[in-house]
């Protein structure tokens, strides 16, 4: 994904946000929806 250690810490912690972009390539690796990451959804 080419994601920065650092960046990943960032979003666990809640001190920033991945881009929409990043949200959307997470979720076609994970096989998941935005919504799902997003805690929108429960599958």
């Known amino acids: 994904m080419n994601v920065s250690g650092n960046a990943?810490?960032?979003w666990?912690?809640?001190k920033?946000?991945?881009s929409l972009a990043m949200l959307v390539r997470?979720?076609?690796?994970f096989e998941?929806?935005?919504d799902y990451l997003l805690g929108r959804t429960d599958y």
């Open 8 to 10: 990943v810490h960032a």
């Open 12 to 14: 666990e912690s809640d």
């Open 32 to 34: 998941s929806s935005t």
């Open 16 to 18: 920033q946000e991945p």
């Open 26 to 29: 997470l979720a076609d690796y």
